[in-house]
């Protein structure tokens, strides 16, 4: 056999088991990383399984089509400086892919531990006493979706439910309460007019004149968000943007999030419709029409 052959079969010999020892390895520690993401152990196998099939096809499929050399090899020196090249991309490959899978999993598994979270990323301002009513006996599905709520967060110390004291006097909280009420929730989202008999009788202990001018959010357990708070808790309980508001909380980022709520209330103050919050306001809100004097709406 020429150099040539030799240098095929040495590259096959050490790029296989390059392969099944990093695989091995991905896949004895792997499944660790899979077992706490996943709650299941049957799962967490399986899914470390069928990363482990993906690995190999994908690594010597690349070792089969890198094997091949155009050019002559004239002696062992060059034999040798081929090989060196073709084990060097096949470690390259190998560790891209690694990374990646780490990556992957890093990524899923702060998902799983976003949704797995019982609490907004902003502390209450004040609490009250917890909120009376049946417990869900199983997974919530949101309205529009129909997706289950957090299976974890529920019934293991979280909170189970907002109530969502809105301005119903103010066109932009109305259009925020139906872009709320339309997106897949984790935790349930009620809608209650700020202000109206129904929330004076739900929370006597509130201040209603201040649930008017800021939007103000009840948790079930009491909690009592306010203001910017308030809108990390609505932003929270969405199982699309649970991400988004706990961005946003963070330090570097938490300044301008305010500086966008507080623009938001200067402008809803200056469309706000007057009149509403006196006695004889209207509980319901279920057509968007609450504020509106002497019309059904605002059309």
Known sequence: MDAKVWMYLAY???SIGLTIWVARALSRNGLVFLQDVFSDSRLAEAVNSLLVVGFYLLNLGYVTV???????????????EQLSMKVGLVLLVLGALHFFNV???????????????THPPLPPVRMLPPQGGPVPAGPVTSAPGGRPSDPTGHGA???RGFTVLFDA????????????????????????????????????????DATLR????????????SGDGAWFACLWALAEHRGTAERLARPHLLPLARRVVAAASAVRERIREP????????AECADDSCGWAGVDGPG
């Open 214 to 225: 800021d939007l103000t959010v009840v948790a079930d357990t009491g909690a009592v968000y």
């Open 66 to 80: 890198a094997m091949k050399e155009s050019g002559p090899v004239g002696d062992t020196s060059q034999a040798l």
């Open 157 to 159: 110390g979280g909170i």
């Open 275 to 282: 009149g509403y919050g006196d006695d004889d306001d209207r």
């Open 12 to 14: 096959l010999a050490v």
């Open 103 to 117: 990556f992957a999993l890093g990524r899923y598994r702060r998902g799983r531990l976003r949704q797995q979270a």
């Open 169 to 208: 006097g103010c066109p932009l909280c109305r259009s925020a309460r139906r872009w709320l009420a339309s997106r897949p929730q984790l935790v349930p989202l009620e809608f209650v007019p700020a202000g109206s008999a129904e929330a004076r009788r739900r929370f006597p202990g509130l201040d209603h």
